[in-house]
């Protein structure tokens, strides 16, 4: 238990719905369980009518662009039409709807991706086809990406670090860039969202010009958003959990015969509001609708510019990316004045060469160059400046036979990280000394896939590979404290680096009305890195907490089920199920594990020439859980009822998308087992509608 956390309300634990005995289940779940056993049964069992086309449509993340059942790799896409539909908060807020995805939170604002149970620099985030780097090393340190402008978003569940290199031990985002309109000279679209529960909006207009002729495109587009502090289900307010933001994104490309190349520039501004275990002790609560951030604050700046190239060879394909970005961190402690004040700069390269051997046969090389510099210009200072360097080789081979394909890869990566002299952090008065030290660590990766289709309706995925990740600067050179958690953090400059095994066992079935998909995976790591609360205090006051290592596995998988029956016209039913387990090898239990959750919907969808609309209610089922980390609480079941609605038409002659959901609609108060907020007491937000309205200005 974390030192000092005296607001943490007392959770009474539920037996969970489908784990429990039935003679133990509660009333209320007996009644949800008959429910869905009544109207989804006699209708066999579920769908999104969209799903099956999807499973046809090239991806690029993996080996080559292929259809993703071609691919041996666990991927899954989301268009940016699907994450309008959700009203989402953020990025991460949308993916945390696909099975097997969740969101680290602190607030609405602030959160992060969690694949499988794997968050922070377990997960590769790739923009524009390069590596992205947010400081995900501290947990309050959200994505900060929004997903206004992007065109889809492609995940992989699993190790991918023969691809992409290091960080990529438990799954990979590739976030992808709007794309041209190829069939519209100009196109001005103008979008904006709104919150109930936040008051808050983001809206965004964009800029489109596209010469056919000479085969060039631009595109701009300006974005802002802003939220007030979140209500709960009990209606109270939570104080400092505001935030806005600012986004500018820019690219230029053109097309030649025998090349293609896009510069694109990304700009955004973002303030999070602060929140600790005591802010109610010395903020006052000012209006219900302020957005004043004089109290504790965060303040990320991001500056990315990156250069996407494609060369056409003569018997291959040769696509090199290279790009800058930096990454301005600062936390105000309240009145202005900055504590930690963080800058983080990245130059990046990628080169891909594929080249078809045969007609069945591809070949395919990839490098990746990295060099990243950490500097300190606050008072406050909890990981030292550094410099850090990373080169990758990777090669692999696709065979296509008759009904599967099989890919094999192997790749080599080479990292240091070298740490400088930080002022605070080195004086000889320090309490804990950490000197300055340099990092050095190989590592060498494999994957092993096959994809078996041997019917339009079958596809078999099996997948073996491996994963690596060396200690991030923060579990080395941590030496501080942790003003958000009020505990003292050290790392350990001896520490090893992390690898894993993962294997991933899929099945899918598909036919005009029905599809199913049942995955399975166990994932074994070994020099696991965590933090872990020692008996130690630092000036009396602050627990002292440790990077340490030891072996862990996770194990678990997910359940898809999606049916429109023929019989009931304009009507389809989805749902999902996902469970993770992560043990460490001493037998206690890894920190952030999600809950089991599942998820049910039925979908009412019409069509016509001009017209489209739909409606679908949803019930989200979460399940206890009681095996949390040392120094993390264990959280009740809850449910949660959502709807969505929207109409596609047109207006003055062109397309309007209205888009209207409403969340927690029972305004149930609980605990996401993967919020920080709930420490102090604090619960998720309550019943909260959102309005997305989509109008294209002008097209020709």
């Given at each position: 238990m974390i030192n000092g956390l005296t607001h943490y309300r007392s959770i009474a634990l539920k037996p969970n719905f489908w784990q429990s005995k039935a003679g133990e289940c509660s009333s209320h779940f007996k009644n949800i369980l008959l429910y869905i056993i009544i109207c989804f049964l006699p209708l066999n069992l579920l769908a999104q009518a969209d799903s099956v086309s999807e499973l046809k449509e090239l991806v690029v993340t993996g080996v080559s662009e292929s259809p993703i059942y071609k691919n041996s790799l666990n991927i899954e896409m989301m268009k940016l039409k699907k994450i309008e539909q959700q009203n989402p908060f953020n990025l991460s807020d949308a993916l945390s709807k696909h099975p097997g995805i969740?969101?680290?939170?602190?607030?609405?604002?602030?959160?992060?991706?969690?694949?499988?149970?794997?968050?922070?620099?377990?997960?590769?985030?790739?923009?524009?086809?390069?590596?992205?780097?947010?400081?995900?090393?501290?947990?309050?340190?959200?994505?900060?990406?929004?997903?206004?402008?992007?065109?889809?978003?492609?995940?992989?569940?699993?190790?991918?670090?023969?691809?992409?290199?290091?960080?990529?031990?438990?799954?990979?985002?590739?976030?992808?860039?709007?794309?041209?309109?190829?069939?519209?000279?100009?196109?001005?679209?103008?979008?904006?969202?709104?919150?109930?529960?936040?008051?808050g909006t983001l809206t965004d207009i964009g800029f489109q010009k596209y010469n056919k002729d000479k085969q060039r495109w631009s595109r701009l587009r300006l974005g802002m958003e802003s939220h007030a502090d979140y209500a709960d289900g009990k209606n109270n307010r939570v104080l400092n959990s505001r935030s806005d933001g600012y986004y500018l994104k820019a690219a230029y490309g053109y097309k030649k015969k025998k090349m293609i190349q896009e510069n694109i520039y990304n700009f955004s501004l973002n303030h999070y509001g602060f929140i600790m275990e005591d802010i109610y002790n010395f903020i006052i609560p000012d209006k219900r609708w302020s957005r004043s951030m004089a109290n504790p604050h965060h303040t990320v700046m991001l500056n990315i510019f990156n250069s996407k190239n494609t060369f056409f060879l003569k018997k291959s394909l040769l696509k090199v990316n290279a790009g800058f970005q930096s990454n301005l961190r600062m936390e105000d402690e309240g009145g202005g004045q900055i504590s930690l004040n963080m800058h983080l700069i990245s130059i990046l390269a990628t080169a891909k060469w594929e080249h078809n051997i045969t007609?069945?046969?591809?070949?395919?090389?990839?490098?990746?160059?990295?060099?990243?510099?950490?500097?300190?210009?606050?008072?406050?200072?909890?990981?030292?400046?550094?410099?850090?360097?990373?080169?990758?080789?990777?090669?692999?081979?696709?065979?296509?036979?008759?009904?599967?394909?099989?890919?094999?890869?192997?790749?080599?990566?080479?990292?240091?990280?070298?740490?400088?002299?930080?002022?605070?952090?080195?004086?000889?008065?320090?309490?804990?000394?950490?000197?300055?030290?340099?990092?050095?660590?190989?590592?060498?990766?494999?994957?092993?896939?096959?994809?078996?289709?041997?019917?339009?309706?079958?596809?078999?995925?099996?997948?073996?590979?491996?994963?690596?990740?060396?200690?991030?600067?923060?579990?080395?050179?941590?030496?501080?404290?942790?003003?958000?958690?009020?505990?003292?953090?050290?790392?350990?400059?001896?520490?090893?680096?992390?690898?894993?095994?993962?294997?991933?066992?899929?099945?899918?079935?598909?036919?005009?009305?029905?599809?199913?998909?049942?995955?399975?995976?166990?994932?074994?790591?070994?020099?696991?890195?965590?933090?872990?609360?020692?008996?130690?205090?630092?000036?009396?006051?602050?627990?002292?907490?440790?990077?340490?290592?030891?072996?862990?596995?996770?194990?678990?998988?997910?359940?898809?089920l999606k049916y429109a029956p023929a019989y009931i016209k304009n009507v389809s039913l989805n749902g999902s199920f996902a469970t993770v387990t992560g043990i460490k090898a001493d037998g206690g239990y890894l920190p952030f594990i999600p809950a089991n959750k599942m998820k049910w919907g039925i979908r009412y969808e019409k069509n016509t020439k001009n017209k489209k609309m739909y409606i679908e209610p949803e019930a989200e089922f979460y399940a206890s859980q009681i095996h949390p980390a040392i120094f993390e609480k264990a959280t009740s079941g809850y449910i949660i009822y959502n709807i969505a609605a929207g109409i596609e038409t047109q207006y003055k002659g062109k397309p309007l998308h209205i888009y209207l959901s409403g969340r927690n609609l029972a305004n149930t108060a609980y605990y996401d087992h993967l919020s920080r907020l709930k420490y102090y007491g604090l619960y998720n937000p309550g019943i909260n509608f959102m309005l997305t309205c989509k109008l294209y200005l002008y097209r020709d």
């Amino acid at each position: 238990m974390i030192n000092g956390l005296t607001h943490y309300r007392s959770i009474a634990l539920k037996p969970n719905f489908w784990q429990s005995k039935a003679g133990e289940c509660s009333s209320h779940f007996k009644n949800i369980l008959l429910y869905i056993i009544i109207c989804f049964l006699p209708l066999n069992l579920l769908a999104q009518a969209d799903s099956v086309s999807e499973l046809k449509e090239l991806v690029v993340t993996g080996v080559s662009e292929s259809p993703i059942y071609k691919n041996s790799l666990n991927i899954e896409m989301m268009k940016l039409k699907k994450i309008e539909q959700q009203n989402p908060f953020n990025l991460s807020d949308a993916l945390s709807k696909h099975p097997g995805i969740s969101q680290m939170t602190t607030g609405n604002s602030i959160s992060k991706p969690v694949i499988r149970g794997l968050y922070g620099n377990r997960i590769l985030v790739l923009l524009s086809g390069l590596r992205f780097d947010n400081q995900q090393w501290q947990d309050e340190h959200g994505l900060g990406l929004p997903f206004i402008g992007i065109d889809k978003v492609e995940i992989i569940k699993g190790p991918a670090s023969v691809l992409y290199g290091t960080d990529a031990l438990g799954g990979v985002i590739n976030i992808i860039e709007e794309q041209p309109d190829v069939n519209h000279k100009r196109v001005i679209d103008f979008n904006t969202r709104f919150y109930a529960n936040s008051r808050g909006t983001l809206t965004d207009i964009g800029f489109q010009k596209y010469n056919k002729d000479k085969q060039r495109w631009s595109r701009l587009r300006l974005g802002m958003e802003s939220h007030a502090d979140y209500a709960d289900g009990k209606n109270n307010r939570v104080l400092n959990s505001r935030s806005d933001g600012y986004y500018l994104k820019a690219a230029y490309g053109y097309k030649k015969k025998k090349m293609i190349q896009e510069n694109i520039y990304n700009f955004s501004l973002n303030h999070y509001g602060f929140i600790m275990e005591d802010i109610y002790n010395f903020i006052i609560p000012d209006k219900r609708w302020s957005r004043s951030m004089a109290n504790p604050h965060h303040t990320v700046m991001l500056n990315i510019f990156n250069s996407k190239n494609t060369f056409f060879l003569k018997k291959s394909l040769l696509k090199v990316n290279a790009g800058f970005q930096s990454n301005l961190r600062m936390e105000d402690e309240g009145g202005g004045q900055i504590s930690l004040n963080m800058h983080l700069i990245s130059i990046l390269a990628t080169a891909k060469w594929e080249h078809n051997i045969t007609e069945k046969t591809t070949i395919a090389t990839n490098t990746q160059l990295t060099f990243e510099n950490n500097t300190n210009y606050g008072g406050r200072i909890i990981i030292p400046d550094a410099n850090m360097g990373e080169v990758s080789l990777s090669g692999y081979i696709r065979q296509q036979l008759k009904k599967a394909i099989i890919e094999f890869g192997l790749g080599g990566n080479y990292k240091t990280i070298k740490t400088l002299y930080t002022r605070s952090l080195n004086k000889p008065d320090k309490d804990y000394q950490i000197f300055p030290f340099l990092m050095q660590r190989p590592s060498i990766n494999g994957i092993l896939g096959t994809s078996f289709y041997p019917t339009k309706k079958i596809n078999f995925k099996c997948n073996i590979s491996s994963g690596f990740r060396s200690p991030n600067l923060a579990e080395l050179a941590s030496n501080g404290l942790h003003e958000g958690v009020y505990r003292y953090e050290l790392g350990d400059p001896n520490m090893k680096i992390e690898q894993n095994f993962n294997g991933d066992l899929s099945l899918e079935f598909r036919n005009k009305t029905l599809f199913f998909s049942l995955s399975a995976y166990y994932n074994q790591f070994f020099n696991y890195i965590y933090l872990n609360p020692t008996s130690e205090k630092w000036q009396g006051a602050y627990l002292v907490y440790k990077y340490q290592q030891q072996n862990a596995k996770l194990y678990g998988g997910e359940a898809i089920l999606k049916y429109a029956p023929a019989y009931i016209k304009n009507v389809s039913l989805n749902g999902s199920f996902a469970t993770v387990t992560g043990i460490k090898a001493d037998g206690g239990y890894l920190p952030f594990i999600p809950a089991n959750k599942m998820k049910w919907g039925i979908r009412y969808e019409k069509n016509t020439k001009n017209k489209k609309m739909y409606i679908e209610p949803e019930a989200e089922f979460y399940a206890s859980q009681i095996h949390p980390a040392i120094f993390e609480k264990a959280t009740s079941g809850y449910i949660i009822y959502n709807i969505a609605a929207g109409i596609e038409t047109q207006y003055k002659g062109k397309p309007l998308h209205i888009y209207l959901s409403g969340r927690n609609l029972a305004n149930t108060a609980y605990y996401d087992h993967l919020s920080r907020l709930k420490y102090y007491g604090l619960y998720n937000p309550g019943i909260n509608f959102m309005l997305t309205c989509k109008l294209y200005l002008y097209r020709d």
